[in-house]
């Protein structure tokens, strides 16, 4: 579970989501566990009562407050840990990464690839006892694709032509072309139309108060501090086993350490430091199992590209070529993850493995950004143009240390070749709303989810620009749009990679990104908690599945 979160979308969320999307199985590690032998400490000793029961709760830690519970709102980690929990798209991944019904019982595709018929499941209540029908779903594709509505998740649902109402549980999609993500993109959230329509969307209270369809309702959230959520015991899912999910506003890693060895915590996603050797005690081994697998994601240092340094290729070519990208995977997630060259994961099927890497030299570096015009006029080891020191900040979050200790890396990196920077870290909502949206940066340090398709348009289009949008890099190559749209409205999975390799291979070549690193996730959980199957989708997929035993249950919680 990334930065302490549990969802039931269908991508970990590193900072903004990306669009959830469709594609076949992909390899994937399995996770890796140290299982804890016995009970937690203080709880009761289990006899052979090892039986999924209900009740109890999971106290676990976000290091930022979540910013909206309506999912088509939301672009931060923080918010969908919760939303995820509460609502439902049509389709959902499975523990192999495949993709299944949720709130849709079947669908058929034509032969075109043009028209999806959605089947609804019959016995689905939003959780204020109203039914779910067709109209929830299509009030929520028209207000996605409504301009007014400020959402980065508008470009899979424009691709429809026209949505046709059959009756209460049936629908029909059409597009105007072939469209290789179009089924997974329905995996978007629902919103309820019967609490929604004919508002402000922005303006509702269920922008705080949300009412979905999934396992978990909303109690309660005070900002700053904790989000509660309750068991849907109506769920057509089924009532999860474990009663109560309290989310905790911790903006320290170290601080959530210590909750976590003082018995407070039940969750979180240990640093490398803290996995490698802080946990490795026999006390630890008999309270909490670990987990390991790589991420569907990335860490990266984006280029601003309004700012008049970022402009020129070769200046970021010479940027990548100065940041030792080895040594922050061995120094700073002492090599628990693995260098980044592209926006796909290194062990799938998308991912091409014969992109320009730009290997670490830093003589090499300081001849192209010479050739670039940038030199040290001065004699004082800052490289200059027209006068200007090459100088810059990176921004990145609070409460993520191995970003922070990657940026001190990357600043003395670079002041070997004679570029000054500083870094500045920021809480959680100030970094997105005053920063990423305003584009009031020079350079971020941050990291992405990645869905199992490798559609990539919301992140690299060059009309994805806007406040809320995700392109916050104002990256803009003619090319990559038309590959982009080319691939994603390519269904055959061999010649669809053609596109995406090519896409890559320009990204490489542009380097808006310096792709920094794919880490390792490195989850850590209460060894009450039984019924964590490690799969390919990692731990959290079966999260309404995972129990306690009823003698270690440590929570009363009142219904």
């Given at each position: 579970m990334k930065e302490a979160m549990i969802t039931r979308l269908s991508l970990t969320v590193l900072l903004l989501a990306a669009t959830i999307s469709l594609c076949g199985c992909e390899k994937t590690e399995q996770a890796p566990v140290e299982q804890a032998s016995k009970p937690a400490a203080g709880?009761?000793?289990?006899?052979?009562?090892?039986?999924?029961?209900?009740?109890?709760?999971?106290?676990?830690?976000?290091?930022?407050?979540?910013?909206?519970?309506?999912?088509?709102?939301a672009s931060d980690g923080a918010s969908f840990a919760i939303t995820g929990l509460i609502y439902n798209g049509l389709v959902k991944y499975d523990k192999d990464i495949k993709l299944i019904g949720d709130l849709a019982e079947r669908w058929e595709i034509s032969e075109d690839k043009l028209t999806i018929r959605f089947y609804l499941r019959k016995d689905v209540k939003w959780q204020d006892g109203h039914p779910f029908t067709s109209k929830d779903v299509e009030y929520?594709?028209?207000?996605?694709?409504d301009p007014k509505t400020p959402t980065a998740?508008?470009?899979?649902?424009?691709?429809?032509?026209?949505?046709?109402?059959?009756d209460d549980y049936t629908f029909e999609v059409t597009y105007d072309k072939p469209y290789a993500p179009a089924l997974g993109s329905w995996g978007q959230s629902v919103l309820p139309s019967h609490l929604l329509e004919g508002q402000d969307i922005t303006q509702s209270p269920l922008k705080r108060h949300p009412i979905g369809t999934g396992p978990y309702r909303f109690i309660e959230w005070k900002t700053g501090e904790k989000i509660v959520v309750d068991s849907n015991r109506d769920c057509f899912e089924g009532r999860p086993y474990i009663d109560r999910v309290l989310t905790r506003v911790i903006p320290d890693p170290a601080t959530t350490f210590l909750e976590l060895k003082a018995g407070r915590l039940d969750l979180m996603t240990l640093s490398p430091l803290q996995y490698m050797r802080q946990t490795d005690t026999q006390w630890f081994k008999e309270n909490f199992a670990k987990y390991k697998y790589l991420v569907f994601g990335y860490t990266y240092l984006g280029y601003n590209l309004q700012r008049p340094m970022f402009r020129d290729r070769k200046v970021?070519?010479?940027?990548?070529?100065?940041?030792?990208?080895?040594?922050?995977?061995?120094?700073?997630?002492?090599?628990?993850g693995q260098v980044s060259y592209s926006p796909y994961k290194p062990d799938t099927f998308w991912y091409?493995?014969?992109?320009?890497?730009?290997?670490?030299?830093?003589?090499?570096?300081?001849r192209m950004l010479a050739e670039a015009g940038w030199e040290d006029t001065e004699g004082d080891g800052i490289l200059r143009k027209e006068g200007k020191p090459f100088e810059f900040t990176i921004l990145t979050n609070q409460g993520n240390d191995l970003r922070?200790?990657?940026?001190?890396?990357?600043?003395?990196?670079?002041?070997?070749?004679?570029?000054?920077?500083?870094?500045?870290?920021?809480?959680?909502a100030a970094f997105l709303k005053n920063f990423i949206n305003k584009r009031?940066?020079?350079?971020?340090?941050?990291?992405?989810?990645?869905?199992?398709?490798?559609?990539?348009?919301?992140?690299?289009?060059?009309?994805?620009?806007g406040e809320?949008?995700?392109?916050?890099?104002?990256?803009?190559?003619?090319?990559?749009?038309r590959l982009l749209e080319e691939g994603a409205g390519t269904y055959d999975r061999n010649e669809r990679k053609k596109y995406y390799d090519q896409f890559q291979e320009i990204i490489a070549e542009d380097q808006p990104y310096t792709f920094l690193f794919v880490p390792d996730a490195l989850p850590i959980v209460s060894s009450r908690f039984h019924g964590i199957v490690p799969a390919p989708a990692g731990i959290e997929y079966n999260f309404i599945k995972w129990y306690v035993p009823k003698p270690w249950q440590k929570y009363q919680i009142q219904p």
């Amino acid at each position: 579970m990334k930065e302490a979160m549990i969802t039931r979308l269908s991508l970990t969320v590193l900072l903004l989501a990306a669009t959830i999307s469709l594609c076949g199985c992909e390899k994937t590690e399995q996770a890796p566990v140290e299982q804890a032998s016995k009970p937690a400490a203080g709880s009761a000793v289990a006899t052979n009562d090892d039986k999924p029961a209900y009740g109890d709760m999971l106290i676990r830690a976000s290091i930022g407050d979540a910013s909206v519970l309506l999912p088509v709102l939301a672009s931060d980690g923080a918010s969908f840990a919760i939303t995820g929990l509460i609502y439902n798209g049509l389709v959902k991944y499975d523990k192999d990464i495949k993709l299944i019904g949720d709130l849709a019982e079947r669908w058929e595709i034509s032969e075109d690839k043009l028209t999806i018929r959605f089947y609804l499941r019959k016995d689905v209540k939003w959780q204020d006892g109203h039914p779910f029908t067709s109209k929830d779903v299509e009030y929520t594709y028209k207000v996605i694709i409504d301009p007014k509505t400020p959402t980065a998740y508008a470009t899979d649902f424009k691709k429809v032509k026209d949505f046709r109402w059959l009756d209460d549980y049936t629908f029909e999609v059409t597009y105007d072309k072939p469209y290789a993500p179009a089924l997974g993109s329905w995996g978007q959230s629902v919103l309820p139309s019967h609490l929604l329509e004919g508002q402000d969307i922005t303006q509702s209270p269920l922008k705080r108060h949300p009412i979905g369809t999934g396992p978990y309702r909303f109690i309660e959230w005070k900002t700053g501090e904790k989000i509660v959520v309750d068991s849907n015991r109506d769920c057509f899912e089924g009532r999860p086993y474990i009663d109560r999910v309290l989310t905790r506003v911790i903006p320290d890693p170290a601080t959530t350490f210590l909750e976590l060895k003082a018995g407070r915590l039940d969750l979180m996603t240990l640093s490398p430091l803290q996995y490698m050797r802080q946990t490795d005690t026999q006390w630890f081994k008999e309270n909490f199992a670990k987990y390991k697998y790589l991420v569907f994601g990335y860490t990266y240092l984006g280029y601003n590209l309004q700012r008049p340094m970022f402009r020129d290729r070769k200046v970021r070519q010479a940027l990548t070529t100065a940041i030792n990208r080895e040594s922050i995977v061995e120094g700073v997630l002492l090599g628990l993850g693995q260098v980044s060259y592209s926006p796909y994961k290194p062990d799938t099927f998308w991912y091409n493995p014969n992109v320009k890497k730009f290997p670490y030299d830093p003589e090499k570096a300081k001849r192209m950004l010479a050739e670039a015009g940038w030199e040290d006029t001065e004699g004082d080891g800052i490289l200059r143009k027209e006068g200007k020191p090459f100088e810059f900040t990176i921004l990145t979050n609070q409460g993520n240390d191995l970003r922070k200790h990657a940026a001190t890396i990357i600043q003395r990196d670079l002041a070997k070749v004679g570029i000054r920077v500083k870094i500045r870290v920021i809480e959680w909502a100030a970094f997105l709303k005053n920063f990423i949206n305003k584009r009031d940066f020079d350079a971020c340090l941050l990291g992405w989810g990645t869905g199992q398709d490798p559609n990539q348009i919301d992140i690299w289009n060059s009309k994805k620009t806007g406040e809320h949008q995700l392109n916050f890099i104002s990256y803009d190559n003619p090319e990559v749009d038309r590959l982009l749209e080319e691939g994603a409205g390519t269904y055959d999975r061999n010649e669809r990679k053609k596109y995406y390799d090519q896409f890559q291979e320009i990204i490489a070549e542009d380097q808006p990104y310096t792709f920094l690193f794919v880490p390792d996730a490195l989850p850590i959980v209460s060894s009450r908690f039984h019924g964590i199957v490690p799969a390919p989708a990692g731990i959290e997929y079966n999260f309404i599945k995972w129990y306690v035993p009823k003698p270690w249950q440590k929570y009363q919680i009142q219904p």
